[in-house]
């Protein structure tokens, strides 16, 4: 059974800087892409970004760009999401996201998910 499970978010002020982890359980980690998304509260799902399975690859949404960094160690089975300089518009619920094929994960559709860690950025 695959477990995806999200940890590290909070509340932060604004500027500071949160590390979310997500570990994997069920599957070998290192062939799989891995991402991490985002839905604010009345919005939809929004990606933010991905790292191919050697780790050599990563691409990010924009507004994260600069900001954000995400890594990942295969011996812990982990991906993990630097976020600096935080704002006001990244208080969302991050969930990470594990598949085969990165496109599926940029796409949305990977096949395995976590639950979600809440992120709040306060002024």
Request: charged letters at 15%.
């Amino acid at each position: 059974q695959v477990q995806l499970v999200e940890s590290g978010g909070g509340l932060v002020q604004a500027g500071g800087s949160l590390n979310l982890s997500c570990v994997v359980s069920g599957r070998t980690f290192s062939t799989y892409a891995m991402g991490w998304f985002r839905q604010a509260s009345g919005k939809s799902r929004e990606f933010v970004a991905v790292i191919s399975r050697s780790g050599g690859i990563t691409s990010y949404v924009d507004s994260v760009k600069g900001r954000f960094t995400i890594s990942r160690d295969n011996a812990k089975n982990t991906v993990y999401l630097q976020m600096n300089s935080l704002k006001l518009e990244d208080t969302a619920v991050y969930y990470c996201a594990l598949d085969l094929s990165q496109n599926r994960v940029v796409g949305g559709l990977a096949n395995y998910w976590g639950q979600g860690t809440q992120v709040t950025v306060s002024s």
